[in-house]
């Protein structure tokens, strides 16, 4: 099957579309048309782009566009493209990483070439960052010659790309979750200690955030067992021990502290028998 896009079109224009459309739109990418269901969105990302870029409906996009990317949330995908009027020598890529394929199957069925493309990264913004490509990786599934050219798209907006084919993808979507939502959970225990231990909680965030790059810095650049510091990585019994006997009076956070540790100790941190044994002993020990 062969695959001519010379127009490229969003429905949905939440914070990913507006990232990506725009990604695209710098590489080269023939970025024409912008649909959403709040059409005020529709329009102010489409006046974002400029260059001709329309706003219209769902069906508009879909009729007239060579690829669309339905970038919705994961519960709408696969009912919205039920509803619109594909065609064959058409592509339709959706954008979640928790779903495979088969939320295209109506797409498919008319001839179109149905496709994924997960960027992974976090889009907190609802205007246009295109920068945010730059040095990512996004997951591809599609057939070819769709894969080759989401594989090259990708490139061209600073990403690189790994196929999902085959791939657990609830799974797969868990370990992005905990890279990246999870982070913010632990930020906010954090918090929590930081306003127990006496200190004002609204200075948290900024006090501890740049430890928190930092042990992102170190991860992105080495082994995890080098990037970790503390007292897990040390083999620091006592500190372990009074971490945990402070955090008698906040069992659930006490919970996580062992949980999140013991993980650690999965990694290769070069303890003695002795040591590896009396940190496993007091992180997998609840309580009584």
Do not use: C, K
């Given at each position: 099957m062969t695959?001519?896009?010379?127009?490229?079109?969003?429905?949905?224009?939440?914070?990913?579309?507006?990232s990506l459309s725009a990604a695209l739109q710098e590489a080269g990418y023939p970025v024409t048309a912008v649909a959403s269901r709040n059409t005020q969105s529709a329009a102010t990302l489409s006046s974002a782009l400029g260059g001709g870029v329309k706003d219209g409906t769902a069906a508009s996009v879909a009729g007239t566009c060579d690829l669309v990317f339905l970038t919705v949330a994961d519960a709408e995908i696969s009912a919205l493209s039920a509803?619109?009027?594909?065609?064959?020598?058409q592509a339709v890529i959706h954008c979640s990483g928790a779903?495979?394929?088969?939320?295209?199957?109506?797409?498919?069925?008319?001839?179109?070439?149905?496709g994924c493309l997960h960027p992974l990264q976090s889009f907190p913004s609802r205007s246009p960052e295109p920068a945010r490509f730059k040095g990512i990786f996004c997951g591809i599934e599609a057939p070819a010659p769709l894969a080759a050219y989401l594989e090259d798209a990708a490139r061209a907006t600073g990403a690189r790309s790994f196929r999902l084919e085959g791939v657990d993808r609830s799974l797969y979507h868990a370990a992005a979750v905990f890279a990246s939502n999870?982070?913010?959970?632990?930020?906010?225990?954090?918090?929590r200690l930081w306003g127990a231990a006496g200190l004002p909680e609204t200075t948290a965030r900024e006090a501890l955030s740049p430890l928190l790059l930092a042990s992102a810095a170190n991860v992105a650049r080495q082994p995890l067992a080098r990037a970790l510091t503390g007292p897990v990585?040390?083999?620091?019994?006592?500190?372990?021990?009074?971490?945990?006997?402070?955090?008698?009076?906040?069992?659930?956070?006490?919970?996580?502290?062992r949980a999140l540790s013991a993980e650690l100790l999965r990694l290769e941190l070069g303890h003695s028998p002795e040591?590896?044994?009396?940190?496993a002993a007091l992180l997998h020990a609840e309580p009584e």
């Open positions: 695959l001519r896009v010379q127009s490229i079109g969003f429905i949905g224009a939440g914070r990913l579309a507006a509803g619109l009027p594909w065609r064959a020598e779903l495979d394929l088969a939320v295209l199957d109506t797409a498919s069925n008319r001839g179109a070439l149905a999870e982070v913010v959970a632990l930020m906010a225990a954090a918090s990585a040390r083999g620091d019994v006592a500190t372990v021990r009074r971490h945990l006997a402070a955090l008698e009076d906040e069992p659930e956070l006490a919970r996580l502290y040591i590896a044994r009396q940190l």
